[in-house]
């Protein structure tokens, strides 16, 4: 368990229990009353998983409060223990003056439908997105933004220079590994790990009871990473050769896509425009000649049916 029962009661910014997470959210905490400039920070938690969200964070606070910033101990949060990470939420939210904090939550499947789609919308540029949107809530709830530090991979020098072209009136700076440069960058880091391990620990299954013989999902799934002996065991004990798996698993990951072709079912997908132009014209066989894609779909052999 990352967090325990009352822990995660008390992160404001997850569903909580029994709530299915099935649409992305965002979640703002209270807006800082302090005069600014502001300097901002975002990193991500969760964005190599096969399970659960990814989720953005971004904290702030007044650039002439940096000092006091400094000393409240936050860091990138992998280094970090989780009781540690609880407790640096709680400071998040201990002074409403001079600090604010938000989370973008997107969830599985919205990254999978984003990746599947065509054309595909990858992970970068859903992660653009979802910092963009936070950058431009934050502006519109009255916070002057002088800086913004982005945690990034990848070529930095593009994306910064990509924000830089939205947002001219911010110097940005995007660099690798910037929550262990910059103490912003680690409360923002805070805030998405915080945020994602309660969305994970409290995960409600959509799909429980759905089914005929009320298939109970363990909760035994380890990291939720590919390469987790215990996830990649989750992952086979839960797939169902026909539905696949529980919402909470990422399909468009090569690991999903794998175990599908091995242990489910095959299946054949036919081009829906293709078929409409055949029966349309009447080059089906058989009793399907000369009969619409409608008249086949809805069983009609002919019009004393109707």
């Known amino acids: 368990m990352f967090l325990a029962e009352q822990a995660i009661a008390d992160v404001p910014s997850a569903p909580g229990k029994s709530v299915p997470l099935t649409e992305s959210y965002t979640y703002h905490g209270l807006t800082p009353t302090a005069p600014g400039p502001y300097i901002l920070g975002v990193d991500e938690a969760g964005r190599g998983p096969v399970l659960g969200p990814l989720v953005y964070g971004v904290a702030y606070c007044p650039l002439s409060w940096k000092p006091e910033l400094d000393k409240l101990g936050f ?73 913004v530090y982005v945690d990034a991979l990848g070529t930095t020098t593009t994306y910064e220079a990509y924000l830089s072209s939205l947002f001219p009136e911010i110097h940005f700076t995007v660099t690798q590994k910037a929550d262990s440069k910059f103490k912003i960058v680690g409360a923002a880091s805070v805030a998405a790990k915080v945020t ?109 049916i109707l």
Not at 91 to 119: C, F, H, T, Y
Not at 207 to 219: G, I
Not at 238 to 262: A, D, N
């Open 196 to 304: 994602r391990d309660a969305c994970i620990e409290s995960w409600t299954f959509e799909e429980q009871n759905m089914t005929a013989d009320e298939k109970v999902f363990s909760r035994n799934f380890g990291s939720g990473y590919p390469s987790d002996p215990k996830t990649q065991e989750w992952m086979k004990d839960t797939l169902h050769p026909t539905f696949g798996f529980p919402s909470m698993v990422r399909f468009s990951w090569t690991t999903v896509k794998v175990l599908l072709e091995k242990s489910a079912h095959p299946v054949k997908w036919i081009d829906e425009g293709q078929e409409s132009s055949v029966a349309a014209f009447g080059n089906g066989r058989g009793r399907d000649k000369d009969r619409t894609i409608v008249a086949k779909d809805l069983c009609l052999h002919s019009v004393g």
């Open 75 to 147: 860091a990138d949060s992998k280094t970090l223990t989780p009781s540690k990470r609880t407790e640096l939420l709680g400071v998040l939210n201990s002074d409403p003056e001079n600090l604010g904090w938000s989370v973008r939550v997107i969830s599985p499947q919205a990254i999978s439908s984003g990746m599947l789609k065509a054309p595909p919308t990858n992970l970068n540029k859903q992660s653009q997105d979802a910092t963009i949107l936070l950058i431009r809530e934050v502006l519109q709830r009255g916070i002057q933004l002088s800086e």
